[in-house]
């Protein structure tokens, strides 16, 4: 794998400064060459799959931290968050060794698509936790984390220099981290279409925002993990935001906050679905409605938010 850095720049001035590693786009770190040396290592085998495994794939800002939690509070049949972050268990972020050294049951969390994934994983037919999120929200999040990233090593230099209209802009048009949200989507569709029976478990994050005690019994059937309606009504309610922004506020071991300004990782913010209407202009919101991010419609992923 080789890398090479790209600059996008936007209508109005702005620019998003991003490292293209074989066609994936990554912030702009400074820790380019160790992750694509890292990723070489992830393709070709070097992390392998055990049957217990779980996957938790999503595009960025879709929910990942929070079904992460509940996934593997499911998976430990306890109701207490873990104490440690999730980027601890991410395929693209965590080393190989660290991984590798998890105990059973493992939840992984991803960004990358199905054909992206360790070859080992695909093999054993580990099990996949899908999310899907309604594009807006997706993007005002999107927007509020990625300004707030800076190059390690610098106080000053932006991955995201511009403002909202920009931003939207690179977002349509998959000039962001991990690239078009809609081509992520639909890779995940049809993974889910052409492979039936494959253990995939889509999950909708505004029907658990609506529902959590529901979706997470579904989770709780998918996994087999057999917790009980009590734990399942405990996980639901420990896991609401406030509680655990500031649960994680008292783990001291978080390494992602070195790419951020002021050394503070955004990891929870709102959690709502509505927050995009702070942002989105009219205009904005028919053309993401009647385009093709709001037309999709597919047997698979039902974007509930945007019926």
Avoid at 40 to 67: E, F, M, T
Avoid at 135 to 157: E, N
């Amino acid at each position: 794998m080789s890398y090479k850095p790209v600059t996008f720049h936007g209508k109005n001035g702005g620019q998003i400064s991003l490292a293209e590693i074989n066609g994936l786009y990554l912030p702009v770190t400074g820790s380019e060459e160790s992750l694509t040396k890292h990723l070489d290592r992830l393709s070709n085998g070097h992390l392998q799959a055990r049957d217990s495994d779980v996957v938790i794939c999503a595009y960025p800002k879709s929910g990942l931290h929070w079904i992460w939690e509940v996934v593997t509070m499911l998976e430990r049949s306890t109701p207490s968050p873990s104490n440690d972050f999730m980027e601890q268990h991410s395929f693209e972020f965590s080393s190989i060794k660290h991984l590798s050294s998890l105990q059973s049951p493992r939840v992984f969390v991803t960004h990358l698509t199905f054909d992206n994934l360790p070859q080992s994983f695909r093999d054993r037919r580990c099990k996949i936790v899908y999310i899907c999120r309604d594009p807006r929200p997706v993007a005002v999040s999107f927007f509020h984390y990625v300004r707030q990233m800076k190059v390690r090593g610098t106080t000053d230099r932006s991955v995201l220099s511009a403002a909202w209209p920009d931003f939207l802009q690179f977002f349509k048009e998959g000039k962001v981290p991990f690239g078009s949200w809609l081509s992520h989507t639909k890779a995940w569709d049809k993974v889910i279409t052409d492979r039936p029976g494959y253990p995939i478990h889509v999950v909708n994050f505004e029907d658990t925002k609506q529902d959590s005690m529901k979706e997470i019994m579904k989770l709780n059937s998918f996994l087999r993990t057999s917790v009980s309606m009590t734990i399942c009504a405990e996980i639901a309610n420990n896991t609401k935001i406030e509680k655990l922004r500031k649960l994680k506020a008292t783990v001291s071991d978080n390494t992602m906050k070195q790419y951020f300004k002021e050394s503070k990782y955004p990891m929870y913010r709102k959690g709502v679905t509505d927050d995009w209407k702070n942002l989105f202009t009219v205009k904005q919101n028919e053309d993401i409605i009647h385009g093709n991010m709001g037309q999709l419609r597919t047997s698979n992923i039902k974007l509930t938010s945007m019926l």
